[in-house]
């Protein structure tokens, strides 16, 4: 299993999210292809009400604790109740605005 498959696996059994991204970002620092020891994690969980960040981050730290102690260098923490997050984002996870790609006729 992949870092990124098992902090996938270790989030979904903790939380049982509503939403739940794993991002490796490793790609965007100096370290060597393929490697995965940069994260970013976007978790809306039902867990984090009544919270503050510091516990929401403390609770996910403590669920990748070994990960954290090994493999994983960064880990930057996007932590939501499912409140917070429809205040932010509405009610379903935004999408990239289209630009068109191949199929957009030139000007």
């Known amino acids: 299993m992949t870092v990124t ?5 270790k989030l979904a059994d ?8 794993v991002v490796n970002e490793s790609g965007n620092h100096n370290v060597p292809p393929g490697s995965e020891s ?5 978790i ?3 867990g ?19 990960e954290l102690a090994g493999p994983v260098h960064a880990l930057a923490l996007h932590t939501y109740t499912q409140a917070d997050w429809a205040a932010r984002f509405g009610a379903h996870p935004m999408s990239p605005p289209c630009r068109g790609g191949a199929r ?4």
């Open 14 to 21: 903790t939380f049982d999210p509503a939403h739940l991204e």
């Open 48 to 66: 984090f009400e009544g919270k503050r960040l510091i516990e929401r981050h403390r609770l996910v730290n403590a669920a990748l604790a070994d």
């Open 5 to 9: 498959e098992t902090i996938e696996t």
């Open 104 to 107: 957009q006729e030139p000007a």
């Open 38 to 42: 940069h994260f970013k994690v976007v």
């Open 44 to 46: 809306v969980a039902a």
